[in-house]
Nanobody, 118 residues
Framework: QVQLVESGGGLVQPGGSLRLSCAAS????????MSWNRQAPGKERELVAS????????NYASSMKGRSTISRDDAKNSVYLQMNSLKPEDTAVYYC???????????WGQGTQVTVSS
């Protein structure tokens, strides 16, 4: 049974930082493209960042480029998202995704809430 478990969300002030983690189990982790996605209230889920198998290629949404870094540790079956200079509009539920091929993830985590507010 595949499980993706996110952690690290919370309440942070504007300008602050958070590091999200996603621990995967039940799949051959290094076979998967990993991504972080988010969904704000009343909006569709959107891609935040993705990282290729092996970690040599990363891709960021324009809204997060320069403010976030995605990384992976295949030895720990984990993917991370470091977010800096957070803005209120970054408030959303953040989901980890695992994809065998580019496109909609085959597996999703349960999500972790990020709230940016003073």
């Amino acid at each position: 049974q595949v499980q993706l478990v996110e952690s690290g969300g919370g309440l942070v002030q504007p300008g602050g930082s958070l590091r999200l983690s996603c621990a995967a189990s039940g799949l051959t982790f290094n076979n998967y493209i990993m991504s972080w996605n988010r969904q704000a209230p009343g909006k569709e889920r959107e891609l935040v960042a993705s990282i290729s198998r092996g970690g040599d290629i990363t891709n960021y949404a324009s809204s997060m480029k320069g403010r976030s870094t995605i990384s992976r540790d295949d030895a720990k079956n984990s993917v991370y998202l470091q977010m800096n200079s957070l803005k209120p509009e970054d408030t959303a539920v953040y989901y980890c995704g695992a994809s065998l091929w580019n496109g909609v993830p085959d597996y999703w985590g349960q999500g972790t809430q990020v709230t940016v507010s003073s």
